[in-house]
């Protein structure tokens, strides 16, 4: 594992990474919205390319992760960091209602180690809900 220097002397490397994005992880499944947000930097900007949605900024974020419609379960596949700590993808199986979908998710963490940027790929293209849209910017 390759360390890196952040700033203020902090020092993360790819293990540091990786626990970020399983504390993502488990916060979203337990629904902890405080644990949520603190994994992620406050100018954070999550995409979702197959809605052609973004969301800019942490408060943001957490609202539509909490707001989003229906049971759903998260069960993390795997997780592959890079050795410098800047970036991390993961695999996941989400459980909504009979359906199961699988999406495939990249991450890029800011100088301290927090989640700046998260790209979703999901299966197919839809259209995103209008009773979302005071949270997102389509493009």
Do not use: N
Request: proline content about 5%; glycine content about 10%; aromatic content about 12%.
């Amino acid at each position: 594992m390759t360390e890196t220097g952040g700033e203020g002397g902090t020092t993360w490397g790819s293990g540091a990474v990786r626990a970020t994005v399983e504390a993502y992880w488990a916060a979203a499944a337990a629904h902890d919205w405080e644990a949520f947000g603190a994994t992620l930097a406050d100018d954070v900007v999550y995409d979702l390319p197959q809605s052609r949605e973004r969301v800019r900024g942490k408060e943001r974020y957490v609202r539509f992760a909490r707001e989003y419609p229906g049971d759903r379960h998260i069960r993390v596949e795997r997780i592959v960091a890079d050795g410098e700590g800047a970036g991390a993808a993961a695999r996941t199986s989400v459980t909504v209602g009979p359906r199961e979908l699988s999406a495939v998710h990249f991450f890029t963490f800011d100088a301290r180690g927090r989640i700046d940027g998260v790209t979703d790929f999901w299966p197919e293209p839809y259209d995103p809900p209008a009773d979302r849209a005071h949270l997102t910017e389509r493009y």
